[in-house]
C-alpha cells in the first residue's frame, strides 16, 4: 500500500536562488543536490521532519512551468507564527485569512510559484 508522498516537484529558472529562497527563507534543508543531466541539478529539500521532499527542478521549457500555483498546500502547527518569522526572513507573505476551516496565507517564491500555507 501507498504510505506517503515522497517528493513534489515546484519548478524553477534558477536553482541556485531557489536553493537560497527555500532553505534560508523558508526554512527547509538540502538531503541531495547532484548533476542531473548537463543543465540541471536533482535538488531535494527536507520539509520539516516529515518524509516528504520538494524537489527544485528545472524543467527547460518542457512539463511543470515556473510561475503558477502550487497544487498542494504546506501545513504548519502555527499559521500565524510561521507568517510572521518568514515576513521577519524577507518573505512576501499576504494578509492572513480566517476562515471556517482554518486560518492560512500565501506567498510566492523568487520564480512567482503561489504556495498556501495554512494550520495543521
Not at 10 to 19: H, K
Not at 24 to 29: A, L, N
Not at 73 to 99: I, S, W, Y
Amino acid at each position: 500500500m501507498i504510505s506517503h508522498v515522497k517528493f513534489v516537484s515546484i519548478p524553477t529558472t534558477d536553482q541556485d536562488r531557489a536553493v537560497t529562497f527555500w532553505t534560508e527563507k523558508v526554512g527547509f534543508r538540502v538531503l541531495t543536490d547532484q548533476p542531473f543531466n548537463e543543465t540541471q541539478r536533482w535538488i531535494e529539500l527536507r520539509v520539516g521532519s516529515s518524509d516528504t521532499r520538494v524537489v527544485l527542478f528545472k524543467f527547460d521549457g518542457q512539463g511543470l512551468q515556473a510561475g503558477g500555483p502550487f497544487n498542494g498546500a504546506f501545513a504548519c502547527d502555527n499559521v500565524e507564527q510561521t507568517h510572521r518569522q518568514m515576513v521577519e526572513r524577507g518573505v512576501d507573505m499576504a494578509p492572513l485569512q480566517k476562515a471556517p476551516w482554518g486560518t492560512f496565507t500565501s506567498f510566492k517564491d523568487p520564480d512567482g510559484n503561489l504556495f498556501v500555507l495554512s494550520n495543521k
